[in-house]
Nanobody
């Protein structure tokens, strides 16, 4: 089970940090990621991190502003969001992919993830 938190209201140019904690002592996914969906828009990929190693993936729209990180000991992935603007307003969802194998894998594809947390709302005021 994935539990997202940390959303809220921020001013343009400000920062927020989202967290996604996974329950279970033996949680060991292949990757964890963040997606978002703004009102009236399709869901979009934000960022993904592999659970081992240092590989990260970002949407072009957030590169240089957002950073994804993880704490394996806490089974938690973070999304550090800086330089927020109104375009970042959305419901943010975390997701996990449990294994690299068995089917296709593309960090940007929602259907390539196995589990999803509930959303956390981020609202940026200009």
């Amino acid at each position: 089970q994935l539990q997202a938190s940390g959303g809220g209201l921020a001013q343009a140019g400000g920062s927020l940090r989202l967290s996604c904690a996974a329950s279970g002592r033996t949680f060991s996914p292949y990757a964890m990621g963040w997606f978002r969906q703004a009102p009236g828009k399709e869901p979009e990929f934000v960022a993904t991190i592999l659970w081992s190693g240092y590989s990260t993936y970002y949407a072009d729209s957030v590169k240089g502003r957002f950073t994804i990180s993880r704490d394996n000991g806490k089974n938690t992935v973070y999304l550090h969001m800086n330089g927020l603007d109104a375009e970042d307003t959305a419901e943010y969802y975390c997701a996990s992919r449990m294994t690299r194998y068995g089917r296709s894998w593309s960090p940007q594809v929602r259907s390539d993830y196995d589990y999803w947390g509930q959303g956390t709302q981020v609202t940026v005021s200009s």
